[in-house]
């Protein structure tokens, strides 16, 4: 994974977001963890997504209990 995070050209956008920079390594210790949890590449993962309409930001709210809508809606001050 390769910053920026938010680069869509990678099918990244809809798993990274603006994260706060605290969180990134964090995000990306998960996001290579729901990977290899849901089929190993990003085409078995969005056919798991679309299977069982569950995403990263479910597994995320799992894994750390912190509510993804307030990371998506994060505005640094």
Same mark, same amino acid.
């Given at each position: 994974?390769?910053?920026?995070?938010?680069?869509?050209?990678?099918?990244?956008?809809?798993?990274?977001?603006?994260?706060?920079?605290?969180?990134?390594?964090?995000?990306?210790?998960?996001?290579?963890?729901?990977? $290899?949890?849901?089929?190993?590449?990003?085409?078995?993962?969005? $056919?798991?997504?679309?299977?069982?309409?569950?995403?990263?930001?479910?597994?995320?709210?799992?894994?750390?209990?912190?509510?993804?809508?307030?990371?998506?809606?994060? $505005?640094?001050?």
């Amino acid at each position: 994974m390769e910053l920026p995070l938010d680069d869509d050209s990678k099918r990244l956008a809809t798993y990274s977001h603006g994260f706060p920079p605290c969180l990134v390594p964090t995000v990306v210790r998960l996001l290579r963890q729901y990977v $290899e949890e849901h089929g190993g590449n990003f085409d078995h993962v969005r $056919e798991y997504e679309a299977r069982t309409k569950h995403g990263f930001s479910d597994y995320f709210q799992d894994k750390t209990s912190i509510p993804y809508a307030d990371l998506v809606d994060y $505005e640094p001050r």
